[in-house]
């Protein structure tokens, strides 16, 4: 609800079983599909397992390599591999003002810049980086979109559109879904 301007915004609804099927055979890089955590105490406690484990695994590894002339090289991918690894965890907290939202997120792995370029596009005050993730172009599939929620809006009024099915592009699928109106009041700031 809050991602959308003024004039009106989209929410679509996908079927998790076919999501999660199609992201169990997609190619590289690999996605998981993880919920968010809004909960500060839960939030503090992964970060500090994520911070205490790096440290163990860093003494561990200055205990059985000292320092040497690859140091830094070593280093460098250790600490890679630990920013890697937070990279996961990252896009998943979410300050507890919006819990209502109860958001799922589709994460990427690693992506290699030379086979899958990352796209770039305008957000309110920044660029955003994405990537393309194709659910699936066989048209004998099960529907991917399950529904989909309009508003809220300035001028939007939710009766307009309740008997309305629409089809949204997925790729090559064409795939009509139902309409629903957002219930929560548009605030003007």
Do not use: M
Not at 41 to 55: G, Y
Not at 65 to 73: K, R
Not at 106 to 129: F, Y
Not at 172 to 182: D, N
């Amino acid at each position: 609800r809050a991602y959308g301007s003024g004039s009106g915004s989209f929410a679509l609804g996908f079927s998790s079983r076919v999501l999660t099927n199609a992201i169990s055979n997609a190619a590289s890089p690999s996605f998981n599909l993880y919920k968010c955590i809004y909960e500060t105490n839960r939030t503090s406690s992964i970060c500090q397992r994520f911070v205490e484990k790096a440290l163990v695994d860093f003494r561990t590894y200055r205990t059985k390599n000292p320092i040497g002339p690859s140091d830094f090289l070593e280093i460098r991918n250790f600490v890679s591999d630990a920013i890697e690894q937070f990279e996961t965890i990252a896009p998943l907290i979410k300050h507890p003002d919006f819990a209502e939202e109860a958001e799922w997120r589709l994460v990427s792995g690693a992506v290699d810049l030379n086979t899958r370029p990352i796209h770039l596009r305008e957000g309110n005050t920044c660029i955003v980086p994405f990537i393309d993730f194709v659910i699936s172009k066989d048209k004998s599939l099960p529907k991917v979109t399950v529904h989909t929620q309009i508003g809220p809006a300035i001028s939007y009024y939710p009766g307009d559109s309740t008997h309305v099915l629409i089809a949204y592009s997925d790729d090559f699928i064409l795939q009509p879904f139902p309409v629903e109106p957002s219930q929560t009041p548009y605030r003007h700031r």
